[in-house]
């Protein structure tokens, strides 16, 4: 790679000629398709942003500008300009680069992110803060046109406008979120990007930009008419009317015209939006194809591109299931916030058009329409991301809790998630749930029991969260929603009954339990399956029978099932024993999770070395323990990922 290999430090991109940048974009973008053909990750966000990349590197400084990219799963290019493309093809991976910018991880990350819609707001502080302090670097943010849907971006927009800090926005808008973007503002910004202005742009007739920038010196004042439009669209612009300038659509695959407006705007006081328009997996033909499949792929074979199916899925089996109750009554309704593919609804969507409602990356919006819609006696689903439900907390209280609303949560990858990291993992939500009066919460064990859960909610009523992990399951066998099996909301279920010693686990961890007792007629396990209400009256009966119980869960032990558990057993005036394994209160990266389960230590070693503790378990089940330790130092739990 004749560029790219003499490129160290951003510094080395501004020694190269402007000519020589769309040289280096091509190699970059080979780079960053290598890198994903080895470690999988979010191709196709990456390639679209490219030229946008360089053109950042080439006029901006880094590490002391902040480029305040925003979720961060663009930056694939940006890491590797900036000194990170020895580890390139670690990212994600366990011990290897984040997938997403992180502050910790280098000091040209300006912003910790993974989650949509934080980089306006964060901008905004940034750019308070050096006026303040009468510093001059400057601030970037760049924003999709999905993370534009998100609430928070809007808000900080109107606040943005107001306050008027100097600061650019890059909008890189190629008409997708995960899926096809949705929303009123998606059909504006299309109906920009058919202006003449752009098109002329794009079959790179000259004419069409000479000249328009002299005018905006003048801004105002005999600037030509279409000129203005171009640069400042004040009629009908809500960029413009929210208090910002606004430039743009421009091509944003094209190097020189990128440096021509970013240079310019950066001169300018106050905030300019800048408006890009991109195309998701520009450049690598598979990618542009069908960029929703290669967002965030699994590593691939360069030769003969062809994405990982991913099997038979729990988000699968929630999206049959759903299938089969909105066809049983037509109150049933799925709300998704920008997730169809992840939470397994595209045929869902095909089947019941009518009842499926994706309503951007937007999860407050997601909660609060479930409200709406259970308010007028609708059964609303709410499938949502465990990580991205921390989005609609206040709203699964004040808007569907209060008043006892029938809303089922369909809280997906609940549980560490791999390579999505730190910001993504799914385990708080029992914590944060389980204090809200009225909601209810279980854990299924496979497929079937999840049909148990979502009839069983259907029929009861209320606020009903029902989680599962990211990955595999078995499909259960096709059955009407009519012939589902019933279960009793708040009921345990023993799955081997123990003599001595109890283990309480959940989802994943009950294979573990299982795993870990063996054929020992001491060791009990129980199928904890429900957070809230808790099984009461099994419990009491464990702490009569047993001499010490055990959790075991995929959450972090502050709030979650032991800590469930500890508080009925007080409540309860228990005194037998209880260890809680769980992952500790510490953030947890990227990383294989089974593996991090172990070495968190509640994978099968880790049980069987607190069962040892305990006293059942021989030599072999010591020399277990002892391999679960060893195993420790290769996972770095990091306490302090978000500074
Ligand atoms: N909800 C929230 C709050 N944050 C995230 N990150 C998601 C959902 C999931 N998500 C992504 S990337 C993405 C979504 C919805 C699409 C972003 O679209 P945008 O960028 O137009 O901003 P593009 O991919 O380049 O088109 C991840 O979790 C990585
Ligand atoms: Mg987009």
């Known amino acids: 790679m004749a560029l790219l290999d003499d490129i160290h430090t951003p510094h ?24 994903c053909s080895m470690a999988g990750g979010h191709l196709a966000s990456s390639l679209g942003a490219i030229e946008l990349t360089v053109a950042l590197h080439y006029l901006y400084d880094s590490s002391r500008d902040r480029l305040v990219w925003d979720v961060g799963h663009q930056t694939y290019g940006h890491k590797i300009l900036t000194g990170r493309r020895d580890r390139i093809a670690t990212i994600r991976k366990e ?19 993974g989650h949509a ?15 303040a302090r009468a510093s001059d670097y ?65 079959k790179g007739s000259k004419e069409a930009l000479s000249g328009v920038w002299e005018p905006l010196a003048e801004f105002g004042s005999r600037a030509k008419k279409a000129a203005r439009r171009f640069f400042d669209p004040a009629s009908n612009n809500p960029f413009h009317a929210m208090g910002l300038r606004y430039v743009g659509p421009i091509d944003g695959h094209n190097i020189p015209q990128l440096l021509y407006y970013l240079e310019h705007i950066r001169r300018l006081d106050g905030p300019t939006m800048l408006h890009i328009v991109t195309r998701k997996g ?145 385990i708080y939500d029992m914590a944060y749930l389980r204090a809200i009066p009225n909601l209810a919460i279980g854990m299924p064990r496979d497929a079937q029991e999840m049909r148990g859960m979502l009839k069983a909610a259907w029929e009861l009523g209320g606020p009903r969260a029902i989680r599962w992990p990211r990955g595999a399951v078995a499909q259960a066998e096709a059955l009407p929603f009519d012939r589902w099996p019933s279960l009793t909301w708040g009921s345990w279920d023993v799955v081997k009954p123990g003599s001595e010693v109890t283990v309480l686990a959940s989802g994943p961890t009950l294979a573990y339990a299982l795993e870990a007792a063996g054929d020992d007629e001491r060791v009990g396990v129980v199928n904890a399956r429900f957070v809230k209400p808790l099984d009461v009256a099994m419990l009491s009966e464990l702490a009569e029978s047993q001499r010490a119980l055990l959790t075991v869960e995929d959450h972090t032990v502050v709030g979650g099932l032991g800590s469930a558990v500890a508080e009925a057993l007080t409540d309860l005036g228990a005194t037998l024993p209880l260890r809680r394994l769980g992952i500790p209160d510490v953030t947890v990266p990227h990383g294989n999770p089974s593996h991090q389960h172990e070495a968190l230590g509640y994978g099968p070693k880790g049980i069987r070395k607190v069962l040892a503790e305990l006293g059942i378990g021989g030599e072999e089940t010591a ?12 996972v770095t739990v990091v306490a302090d990922v978000v500074k």
């Open 12 to 35: 080395d991109v501004k020694r190269l000629s402007r000519d020589q940048l769309p040289q280096l974009a091509e190699e970059l973008r080979a780079e960053v398709v290598r890198a």
């Open 95 to 113: 011990g290897g680069l984040a997938g997403f910018t992180t502050s910790s991880e280098s000091d040209h990350d300006a912003l910790t992110v």
């Open 117 to 131: 819609s934080t980089s306006l707001a964060a901008s905004l502080g940034m750019a308070l803060s050096r006026d």
């Open 138 to 202: 400057d601030v970037v943010a760049v924003i999709g046109d999905g993370a534009l849907t998100g609430g928070m971006a809007l808000a900080a927009l109107n606040q943005i406008g107001h306050v008027k800090p100097r600061m650019t926005i890059v909008l890189n808008d190629n008409e997708m979120s995960i899926s096809e973007n949705v929303g009123a503002l998606k059909h504006y910004l299309s109906t920009l990007q058919v202006q003449g202005w752009f098109q002329q742009a794009e």
């Open 282 to 426: 520009k450049g690598y033909q598979v990618a542009e194809n069908d960029p929703i499949t290669w967002h965030g792929a699994s590593s691939f074979d360069l030769d003969n591109p062809v994405a990982e199916g991913k099997g038979y899925t729990w988000s699968n089996a929630f999206g049959d299931a759903a299938s089969a109750m909105a066809s049983a009554d037509d109150r049933v309704w799925v709300i998704t916030p920008a997730m169809r593919e992840g939470s397994g609804l595209v045929e869902y969507s095909q089947t019941h058009p009518q009842r499926f409602i994706d309503v951007g990356i937007a999860e407050d919006v997601a909660v609060t329409v479930g409200a709406g819609l259970a308010l007028r006696g609708e059964k609303p689903i709410v499938a949502i991301y465990s990580t991205f439900l921390q989005r609609g907390f206040d709203q699964v209280i004040h808007d569907v809790a209060l008043e006892n609303l029938d809303v089922i949560f369909a809280v997906d990858r609940a549980g560490l998630v791999g390579g999505d990291g730190a910001t993504h993992q799914g």
């Open 623 to 634: 020399s277990a323990g002892r391999a679960s330790e060893r195993a420790e130092p290769t």
